[in-house]
């Protein structure tokens, strides 16, 4: 099921399950269909931003209660245990900023820092600070797509289905790409 028919179908609850994993192309896609009208830019950002601070915190906590034995259970999460712990260790607190903006890296990140010896409070507001900031960019990024489409090109019902597609096919390539990139360094080890 593509991004657009969950929404159709879903509407906010697809926008929270999407941002409760990974979320930019659902998120995205909801800013476009915002701007159409079919959906609220305000509840669209504020949904968008419960749901990616319910899922850091959910794996967050599995970071703190499971610890190391959770990456032992799932050996792609362990492969990037070293990238997020140097990223971490470098900058510190505010990393948990930077990992929002990192696709694919967010859920690593969230248990890393869980199984780090950060305070729970501490981890808490920077973690609503950049939600907040990811939530807002993202959905307004798609947002104000739509309205350069409808600029550029005028009202038509059949610019929205190509304006929807471009977004899914450049969602779908993002997401084939790093699937590929992480299958590469698969079969490199």
Same mark, same amino acid.
């Given at each position: 099921?593509?991004? &657009? ?11 929270? *399950? ?6 930019? +192309? =659902?998120?995205? =896609? ?11 830019? #305000?509840?669209? @950002? *504020? ?6 601070? +319910?899922?850091? #915190?959910?794996?967050?906590w599995l970071g703190r ?19 997020? !712990?140097?990223?971490? &260790?470098? %900058?510190? @607190?505010? @990393?948990?900023? =930077? ?7 967010? =859920?690593? /990140?969230?248990? $890393?820092?869980?199984?780090?010896? $950060?305070?729970? !409070?501490?981890?808490?507001?920077? &973690?609503? $600070?950049? /939600? !907040? ?9 798609? %947002? ?24 899914? #096919?450049?969602? #779908?390539?993002?997401?084939? %790409?790093?699937?590929?990139? &992480? ?7």
């Open positions: 099921m593509t991004p &657009e028919l969950l929404l159709q179908k879903w509407g906010y609850l697809a926008v929270f *399950i999407g941002t409760f994993l990974e979320g930019e +192309t =659902i998120l995205v =896609i909801a800013g476009f269909m915002a701007e159409r009208g079919y959906m609220q830019i #305000v509840i669209v @950002a *504020i949904v968008a931003f419960a749901g990616a601070f +319910t899922g850091h #915190v959910f794996w967050f209660s499971k610890g190391v034995k959770l990456l032992d259970r799932f050996p792609r999460m362990k492969k990037h245990f070293g990238k997020g !712990i140097r990223m971490f &260790e470098r %900058y510190g @607190a505010p @990393a948990i900023f =930077i990992t929002q903006w990192l696709y694919g890296l967010r =859920i690593t /990140c969230a248990v $890393i820092i869980g199984i780090s010896r $950060i305070s729970t !409070i501490k981890f808490l507001i920077y &973690e609503a $600070i950049s /939600c !907040i900031v990811w939530a807002a960019a993202i959905s307004c990024a798609g %947002y104000f797509f739509g309205q350069v489409v409808e600029k550029v090109l005028g009202k038509a019902a059949h610019i929205e289905k190509w304006g929807l597609l471009v977004l899914i #096919v450049v969602g #779908v390539s993002i997401w084939g %790409y790093h699937q590929w990139k &992480e299958r590469r360094e698969r079969s490199e080890d």
